[in-house]
């Protein structure tokens, strides 16, 4: 991600529009840069409950060739004749955001609305529809697509889609003046320049929006546009196949993201297991009472009914110690959380686990779980839903970043409380992130607001082997005893 700085650009922005100079302009801008990848790019705008309506525009800059924050001398800013331009204006209502796209030529100066894509509304809206403040637009160069969407971005995140028409090989040589020619222009390799407009000025004071959000850059520029969603699970690269390659269900490890390859390469060797024995060890001290485990669990916040066993040192590098053994019983779940934004990897050592992966965390109006006075819509809706559901098994391995798969819940549904599943949690900031938040935030039951949770420890790895395993000996000597003594 690039951070785009809010003055170095803004003037590009006014050149480019001069109608937003005036002091009645309805909008004012509030961030600028440049689309400098021939791919495309999205563009996040991270804002408050403040804004009413907000418009991003996309124009070819043929005098503009620098990377995104780049100083840049005035004079090289004006672009003579700003059009073509794409405008996307999203009036922020508080349930269902409108948003409708118009292409701005010098055929139709004032904008033409640009029909959305007739694909099917499942696609487009599955899971939640957060009361999101972060809204993201993505322009694909190769496809002429425009997508756009709320909280992270994802195909699952994806709300509407606008797909312009791809030109024959006659019609790549139009006239430069003509519509066609202009639409090819905007499509065309040159950089690409853009910019927020917003009815209100931007403050994140924490209050409107807590949590790791409250420190997002106004706007920020990712240099690849969204296309396909990418795979939650990893699989290693030394073992990728051909039909691997076609079907595009994994990750392969080469790919992921610099901090999720440190640790992947920690984590994921052979050696790194839960052996039969410890794992016998562990269920026992779970099901049986005055057991360590046992103890340890009837002590805990039943939405932190897991425990977490660190292994090694903090580093400073990442929330907490970097890696953790995490323990869940049957029936036992995290809360919905993210992680700071930190890149994380994740590696089933024992049983399985359900992950239900959750759009961004925003700050939202406490609805009180009271059938007499709220309608059951309202109730649902209270309650963020998964954007969809991952089952991992031993030997799993997912990952995140800070928009892919960070916000999530764990949850173990088998009935059995000794029916555990192990996982290798692992953590690391990455190192564009210059916030370093110090925790995971979460959301709690009917509580309104997002919490902070501090990574701490149940036990250390030494401890919680030695104690399981001293447990397990006393009871396998103590059945041999009375079986000898019924002898």
């Not at 002091?23 to 563009?43: C, D």
């Not at 694909?140 to 969407?149: A, C, E, S, V």
């Not at 932190?304 to 590098?317: A, I, K, Q, S, T």
Request: net charge negative.
């Amino acid at each position: 991600m690039q951070a785009a700085s809010v003055d170095s650009y803004k003037r590009a922005a006014l050149a480019a529009f001069p109608e937003l100079n005036q002091g009645n302009a309805a909008l004012t801008v509030v961030g600028s840069g440049s689309i400098a990848n021939n791919a495309g790019g999205v563009l996040v705008f991270n804002l408050t409950t403040e804004q009413q309506r907000i418009e991003a525009r996309i124009w070819p800059s043929d005098s503009l060739r620098v990377t995104p924050g780049t100083e840049i001398a005035p004079a090289s800013l004006v672009d003579k004749k700003v059009l073509p331009f794409l405008r996307l204006e999203v009036t922020c209502k508080a349930k269902d955001p409108s948003a409708q796209l118009f292409l701005h030529t010098t055929e139709q100066p004032e904008g033409a609305l640009v029909p959305v894509d007739n694909r099917p509304a499942a696609a487009m809206t599955a899971g939640a529809r957060p009361h999101s403040r972060t809204y993201w637009l993505s322009f694909d160069r190769t496809n002429r697509r425009i997508k756009y969407g709320r909280g992270y971005f994802m195909v699952r995140t994806t709300e509407k889609v606008w797909t312009l028409p791809k030109p024959t090989a006659e019609e790549r040589e139009a006239p430069s003046d003509s519509q066609l020619g202009q639409l090819n222009k905007l499509f065309g390799f040159g950089v690409k320049m853009a910019c927020l407009l917003v009815d209100k000025a931007v403050h994140h004071d924490g209050t409107a929006r807590d949590g790791v959000a409250a420190t997002a850059a106004t706007i920020a520029f990712y240099p690849l546009p969204l296309v396909v969603d990418r795979p939650a699970k990893v699989l290693d690269s030394s073992l990728v196949t051909l039909a691997d390659m076609d079907r595009a269900e994994f990750l392969f490890s080469a790919d992921l993201p610099p901090a999720c390859k440190v640790l992947y390469e920690n984590v994921a060797g052979a050696n790194v297991v839960l052996d039969d024995e410890l794992a016998a060890a562990i269920s026992y001290s779970i099901k049986t009472p005055g057991k360590a485990l046992h103890e340890k669990l009837k002590q805990k916040d039943p939405e932190f009914g897991y425990l977490r066993v660190v292994l090694g040192p903090e580093l400073g590098d990442g929330p907490g110690v970097p890696y953790v053994l995490e323990i869940w019983p049957g029936g036992s779940r995290s809360p919905i959380h993210n992680h700071g934004n930190a890149c994380a990897v994740i590696k089933v050592l024992h049983g399985s686990i359900e992950v239900d992966i959750h759009n961004k965390l925003e700050v939202t109006e406490a609805v009180q779980e009271d059938p007499s006075t709220h309608q059951v819509e309202e109730l649902e809706e209270a309650t963020p839903k998964p954007l969809r559901t991952e089952s991992l098994v031993k030997g799993d391995v997912t990952w995140m970043d800070s928009n892919w798969y960070q916000c999530h819940r764990l949850r173990n549904p088998n009935p059995d409380r000794g029916h555990f599943c192990a996982t290798i949690q692992c953590y690391k900031y990455d190192d564009r992130d210059s916030v370093k938040w110090p925790g995971f935030d979460y959301v709690q039951g009917d509580s309104d607001g997002i919490f902070l949770f501090t990574p701490d420890a149940d036990f250390t790895y030494g401890e919680m082997r030695q104690k399981v395993l001293a447990e397990m000996g006393g009871s396998q000597a103590g059945s041999q005893a009375d079986g000898q003594a019924g002898q």
